[in-house]
């Protein structure tokens, strides 16, 4: 089955070392509604540059995939609603009651979604993390999707080969957030687990994460329209 692209939005992941990298190529982008900021960049820019994103009117997905104890999680996620934030990650390893308390702070304004297995992983490689013979990523993404989705997560981070899936067993209305997002021209990077944008879309991911892509090149705002266009994503 062929779900609707027409909801699928394209964030940008601002894997860059500073925020003066940040607004420049910002200036560029007029069409994008999204931003993704991630751990180096928070660390290194504060909450300034958050605060300085939602006021020109960006939709900003902090990706700090939080991990602690649930009162820890459930102060980084108010705190995070506070500033403006509209989506956030935790890891559902941390617990359905590390979940909940998540997604109480959470609310109604800021969509948290869990965080399964990473993209970087292969079968093999999970499978020694978790210290297991071996491991089907395909049904380890599902287990751990479930005990999110019961926890009151708004969705789910997946990679492009667990999105359909995921879409026919949790239902229509989920968010699936999608990063590993290429062209067919890209190089992977240290990503193992990807797919064009199109596909994502057509499997039913509602948003897709891609950075190095846009980032690296020579025109990021053609590549980035040529990736909405495959997609056929929401720009405005």
Known sequence: ??????VSELILALDVP???????????????????ISPVLVTREGPG???????????????LKWYDIPN???????????????????????????????????????????VTVLTSYDAVGYARAVGRSRVNL???????????????????????????VLRRRLGPDLY????????????LGDQVRVATAKDAANNGATHLVVGRPVLQAEDPAAVLEELMKEARCVAS
């Open 1 to 6: 089955m062929i779900w609707s692209v027409t």
């Open 18 to 36: 500073r925020a003066g990298d940040v607004l420049p190529l910002l200036d560029r982008l007029p069409e994008l509604r999204w931003v993704k």
């Open 49 to 63: 540059l958050i605060r300085t994103l939602v006021d020109r009117g960006l939709n900003v997905f902090l990706d």
């Open 72 to 114: 820890t999680v459930a102060g980084a996620v108010t705190a995070a609603r506070e500033l403006g934030v509209s989506m956030a990650t935790v890891h559902i390893v941390g617990g359905t009651a590390m979940l909940e308390a998540a997604a109480v702070a959470a609310g109604t304004e800021l969509a948290l979604v869990g």
């Open 138 to 164: 395909q049904q380890e993404v599902e287990r751990q999707a479930r005990i999110g989705v019961l926890a009151g997560l708004r969705g789910i981070v997946c990679s492009p080969q667990e999105v359909s």
């Open 176 to 187: 699936l957030v999608v990063p590993g997002i290429r062209r067919r021209s890209d190089p």
